[in-house]
């Protein structure tokens, strides 16, 4: 018979435990970072924005519609209309952006992220 000074190392069970958090996070990773790819592209358009010349004769509605078509150039679905907001004064434009993604992770389970992107074009 072995005394415990013979044995050394991790059982399969211990190995499976320590596993299990290390498993889950890299799942939570995986689900998070296309919202996460997603949000930088929002940023993007936002940012590409102060490239227009003509930005401050436009209408908020033509503002909003330049937006919408970036939007469908970079695939991103999340960002509805009510969460986009313009305010145009004399001197400056201000875009808002607020908007919540879901990611289902398990049956009833989503992960919730939300995010706020802002510009403001002189």
Do not use: W
Request: charged fraction near 25%; avoid cysteine.
């Amino acid at each position: 018979m072995y005394s415990a000074k013979n044995q050394a190392g991790l059982t399969f069970i211990s190995i499976i435990i320590i596993l299990i958090p290390i498993v889950f996070v890299a799942y939570l990773i995986v689900k998070a970072v296309p919202a996460y790819i997603e949000a930088y592209s929002v940023g993007d358009v936002i940012n590409s924005l102060k490239k227009e010349i003509d930005l401050k004769d436009k209408s908020t509605e033509e503002i909003y519609r330049m937006i919408q078509k970036r939007f469908d150039v970079n695939d991103i679905h999340s960002v509805k209309k009510d969460d986009i907001k313009i305010q145009k004064t004399s001197t400056e434009i201000s875009v808002t952006i607020a908007y919540e993604t879901r990611t289902p992770l398990f049956s009833n389970i989503a992960l919730a992220l939300s995010f706020h992107k802002s510009a403001v074009i002189r």
